[in-house]
């Protein structure tokens, strides 16, 4: 019932900066927060941040303050700011969104490469 689209990905030097967006569709009445996750080639799926509905943000310890998760006011939409790019942030970087009822949503990914 939830649809999530990811945009912003692409090919960032080491040290450069990206924002990424998320945004929404469907029945997001029912969406109690959301948040970002990646996964590198030969490496399991990480978390990075997330924000509940109240605003509350929170990060994985790995992003050593670099990144920052907001949202807009008003719409669907969240964001991951990240800054100081290195290689070892390149992955596939996916948005979730957990939903009522212990049910949860993903977009498809959105490609990060920081070239060395």
């Known amino acids: 019932q939830v649809q999530l689209v990811e945009s912003g990905g692409g090919l960032v030097p080491a040290g450069g900066s990206l924002r990424l967006s998320c945004t929404g569709s469907?029945?997001?009445?029912?969406?109690?927060?959301m948040g970002w996750y990646r996964q590198a080639p030969g490496n399991q799926r990480e978390w990075v941040a997330s924000?509940?509905?109240?605003?509350?943000?929170k990060y994985a310890d790995s992003m050593k303050g670099r990144f920052t998760i907001s949202r807009a006011k008003y719409g669907n939409t969240v964001y991951l700011q990240m800054t100081n790019l290195n290689s070892e942030d390149t992955a596939v970087y996916f948005c979730?969104?957990?939903?009522?009822?212990?049910?949860?949503?993903w977009g498809q990914g959105t490609q990060v490469t920081v070239s060395s």
């Open positions: 469907g029945n997001t009445a029912t969406i109690l927060g």
């Open positions: 924000i509940t509905v109240g605003g509350i943000t």
């Open positions: 979730n969104a957990n939903l009522v009822a212990g049910r949860n949503a």
